[in-house]
């Protein structure tokens, strides 16, 4: 599976934008996809994910009530609505995909997840 997000870009602080991740090639009828962000000098952290069947949603406490994960399966495309953003938010911005019926409890750990997008750079700027 290939995977292309976008999207990224300079925001003030309070503004929005809208991540894309496209997945191609061998999807499966069943998925998780998911957000991970990666701020300079700080370890990869989990965002939001959800699941292409049934649309279940998870999300970081950082996340919150700011960001929104949401689903085209006819396009095989996930976004990331981010609102209210803060200067802690600047970081590059990662879509993964793991194939196959969720467990739950994993969705959070990077390690879950079997193929990674390029990464989009999100600025807030204060």
């Known amino acids: 599976v290939q995977l292309q997000a976008s999207g990224g870009g300079l925001v003030q602080t309070g503004g929005s934008l809208r991540l894309s991740c496209a997945a191609s090639g061998r999807t499966s009828s069943d998925y998780t996809m998911g957000w991970f962000r990666q701020a300079p000098e700080k370890e990869r952290e989990f965002v939001a994910a959800?699941?292409?069947?049934?649309?279940?949603?998870y999300y970081a406490d950082s996340v919150k009530g700011r960001f929104t994960i949401s689903r085209d399966n006819a396009k095989n495309t996930v976004y990331l609505e981010m609102n209210s953003l803060k200067p802690e938010d600047t970081a590059v911005y990662f879509c993964?995909?793991?194939?196959?019926?969720?467990?739950?409890?994993?969705?959070?750990?990077?390690?879950?997840?079997?193929?990674w997008g390029q990464g989009t750079l999100v600025t807030v700027s204060s």
């Open positions: 993964a995909f793991n194939a196959g019926r969720i467990i739950t409890g994993l969705v959070r750990n990077s390690d879950y997840y079997d193929s």
């Open positions: 959800i699941r292409r069947v049934g649309g279940g949603t």
